[in-house]
């Protein structure tokens, strides 16, 4: 079946729907049928043939019906679109301005979203959710070769759900992207991806997800503003470059980072939101860093690197707590121009190959304020507490923390500070109550870390994950 370049009246899509040109659903809806092939065949050129939605928001004096894409595929009768090998990718594309809903279930999604330059995917679909009906639901589909998912919300109550999708070989280095003012909930929950979740509106969940590749990140933009969450899931960035990659990095200081495991990058959380909560942030060894050329032109060989820094990027006011900051990294909390923050009760364990717990380098405008209390500090090759800070300085209010293993200082730079008022000090980590048998290269930590395949094959979840890390170092 080869659809018209114009439907005005609802259509019901069956067997094989062959698209050699741009195709416009108006104000109707087209219900595909399970088992249905949609083939995208006709694009030579830049850009392949587009499945587009389009209607105005008022036909006259009254409002027209948006434009539906329904795809209801079963799990024993996926519906497939696709395009074909030798053709120009073609895409799904909502029109802006228009009110539209797409709703795929079971469906995989193959060879979508043209390359329209080097380092410039188009999405697989892309929508403008506007009216207060719009959706975008995408459950149980998959995503092969295939460029992102993109929705600008407009709409004050358009929302979304991408629930339990798997985005494979992703090309271009984000999966599912939201943007937009609208102010609908949008929930992002239990995906399987290569690529990054990319967050620039507000009311959004993000939950559960499971990101492993050298792209694996979850990124909240600044434009986000408030009612952002960011819980539950596990995120390998998997790069093995010294190139500025991360695991998660949250511009919107209100968004919440709580329960998830981050591993990864040059930095593993590279900005950090007022609220981080009962994380797992694990550095990355062995990346490779590029020296450049000598003065002759000549490229002077790479040399080995690890992560830069666990967190960095503190918001003013935020709250660290019940963390745990482990593995390979220069410095476990890099703090630069911050008026002021608190972290309590976290764990940090330099597994021997970490320098420094938290380094103070910058403050901004006034001598910043910082609690630092309840923690414990674990095998750092360094001192680990080091104020490397210039201009007014920090203010630094340290107790109650315990430090595991260090015969020398545990403070630099610190004036009239050696120890907290109640700080203690234990000779290895066995020592402590509950003891602890982590650190580099013991059976526990390997096992913890070697889950990958686990997780993206369904055998293990995020939360399993982070169980295990909390049940390793004695946290409830």
Known sequence: ???????????????????????????????????????????????????????????GSERSRPSRLVLNGTPDRPIVVESAEAATPGAIVAAPGTTTVVNARHVIFRRLGPQMGEHTVEPALSVHPIAPEDDLWLTDCRFEDCGSVRAEFVGADAGCEIVRCTFARTR???????????????????????????????????????????????VVRKQAGAAVTVAGNYVHCKT?????????????????????????????????????????????????????????????????????????????????????LLGPAYVSVSVEQTAGFSMKDNYFDGWGVARQAV???????????????????????????????RGPGVNLQARGNTFVGFAGP??????????????????????????????????????????????VTGRKTPAQVHRMWFEMYGKK
């Open 1 to 59: 079946m080869r659809p018209p370049r114009f439907i005005h009246a609802d259509a019901v899509w069956s067997g094989t729907v062959v698209i050699e040109h741009d195709v416009e659903i108006l104000s109707a809806e087209v219900r595909v049928e399970p088992g249905t092939t949609i083939r995208f065949s006709g694009g030579r050129g830049a850009k392949g043939p587009v499945l587009r939605l389009s209607s105005s928001l008022f036909a």
């Open 410 to 455: 545990v403070w630099k730079g610190f004036a009239g500070l050696r120890d907290g008022a109640d700080d203690r000090r234990v000779a290895s980590a066995a020592e402590l109550n509950p003891p602890v048998a982590a650190g580099r290269g013991s059976p526990t930590t390997q096992a913890a870390a070697d889950v990958d395949e686990l997780l």
């Open 172 to 218: 271009g280095p984000v999966a599912i992207r939201l943007m937009g003012l609208g102010t609908g909930i949008k929930v992002v929950q239990g995906n399987v991806a290569d690529a990054a979740i990319e967050v620039a509106c507000p009311q959004t969940v993000i939950g559960g997800n499971v990101l492993v590749g050298e792209m694996a990140s979850i």
């Open 240 to 324: 093995d470059k010294d190139i500025g990659r991360y695991a998660a990095k949250c511009e919107a200081p209100d968004a919440r980072l709580m329960d998830n495991v981050l591993a990864g990058g040059t930095y593993v959380i590279e900005t950090t939101p007022r609220t981080a909560q009962r994380n797992v942030v694990i550095g990355a060894g062995h990346l490779e860093a590029e020296l450049g050329v000598d003065k002759d032109g000549k490229r002077l060989p790479a040399i080995s690197a690890m992560t830069h820094a666990l967190m960095t990027n503190i918001s003013p006011g935020a709250v660290i707590s019940d963390n745990l």
């Open 359 to 389: 380094r103070f380098e910058t403050t901004a405008t006034g001598p910043a304020e910082v609690v630092f209390t309840g923690n414990t500090v674990v095998d750092f090759s360094q001192v680990p507490i080091v104020n490397e800070a």
